[in-house]
């Protein structure tokens, strides 16, 4: 066989095991990985040990990329992975060594490996070297979780002044972050932002900005929502709890339909009405969706350690298709 031929043997079946473990396919991956280990490819390594860690297998996982590192010890991936699931297994002095041996690989992504180191650093309690290894971390995308990271250890620590700082190095590459992460990342690094910028009244507006981002990213996050009602700042006083079902218009078509879908949603909210509450709720909608809003059910509940009125919690949308058109209202 060509080398042509033989590269074309190997690249394809490892596309498809990467794409198997992202679409959270583990059993074909692993099929896959031994596969393309009897061809004696690295890759096969690679994609065991992902689909085995992604299933929280980490012992199988560091087996498997054990015997990874000891027949391709020059291949930087293996060794960053296999630190990986030491700091998994709370392993912290393997970790490091396995980091180590990662960076001392040629090729290697030293960016993407010092992040994760200083992530099991921290794991360890060691955060002064936990913060040495995120502030050499210099590209674009791994910088925006190495600066998370710092702005996280600085209010750990209550160096509010530090994480406004590092909040501040963060912003300018905000805009970027949706470019390189989704979902609850985005989330995260949106939120931490905000929470590091949040103490400076000259960057209250930008703050809260950024917390309604992180909501809209992910709606779970309790931290974005804790966020939002210390910068309103409204006393719970002679307040009460209110949950809503919540209806509503998608404001777009998805797929091969032809009408926008219609909507579920459930919210808690705090507040000394239900007409403030239902406002609290709805600025945390796209602008879109907001006159489309109908609450259909309500119930209400005593708060109890709640310091500020606003919402506390705020599922995902649960679509279901419409066969007509029209426009709900809010109730």
Not at 21 to 29: L, M, R, T, V, W
Not at 93 to 108: I, P, T, W
Not at 139 to 157: F, M, P, V, Y
Not at 244 to 272: D, H, M
């Amino acid at each position: 066989m060509s080398a042509a031929r033989k590269t074309a043997s190997i690249e394809r079946p490892m596309r498809n095991g990467f794409d198997a473990i992202e679409n959270g396919s583990y059993p074909e991956a692993i099929k896959i990985a031994r596969s393309l280990i009897k061809q004696r490819h690295s890759s096969g390594f690679e994609i065991l040990g992902l689909a085995l860690q992604r299933q929280g297998k980490i012992t199988h996982a560091i087996g498997a990329l054990e015997d990874g590192t000891r027949k391709a010890g020059g291949v930087w991936i293996l060794w960053k992975l296999l630190a990986d699931c030491y700091s998994d297994a709370k392993r912290y002095s393997d970790a490091e060594n396995a980091y180590q041996r990662a960076n001392a690989c040629s090729g290697a992504d030293r960016d993407l490996i010092n992040l994760n180191r200083g992530i099991a650093l921290r794991r360890r309690g060691d955060l002064r070297a936990s913060k040495d290894a995120f502030r050499t971390v210099a590209g674009e995308k791994s910088r925006l979780l190495a600066l998370t990271n710092l702005i996280e250890i600085a209010i750990e620590e209550r160096a509010m002044d530090s994480a406004l700082d590092f909040a501040l190095q963060l912003e300018p590459s905000i805009k970027n972050a949706a470019r390189f992460y989704s979902g609850e990342w985005l989330s995260r690094i949106l939120s931490t932002c905000a929470s590091g910028l949040m103490h400076s009244s000259v960057h209250k507006t930008k703050a809260k900005k950024f917390a309604m981002a992180a909501v809209d990213s992910d709606p779970s996050n309790s931290d974005a929502l804790r966020i939002i009602r210390e910068l309103e700042n409204r006393p719970a006083i002679h307040a009460m709890g209110f949950r809503f079902l919540v209806e509503g218009v998608w404001p777009q078509t998805i797929g091969r339909g032809k009408i926008p879908p219609g909507f579920f949603r459930n919210c808690s909210v705090v507040a000394a009405n239900q007409k403030t509450a239902q406002r609290y709720m709805t600025k945390l909608f796209p602008k879109p969706i907001q006159s489309t809003l109908r609450v259909c059910e309500t119930a209400q509940y005593p708060p109890t350690s709640i310091d500020f009125e606003g919402v506390y919690a705020l599922s995902g949308y649960s679509l279901y298709p419409r066969r007509r058109r029209g426009r709900g209202a809010a109730s």
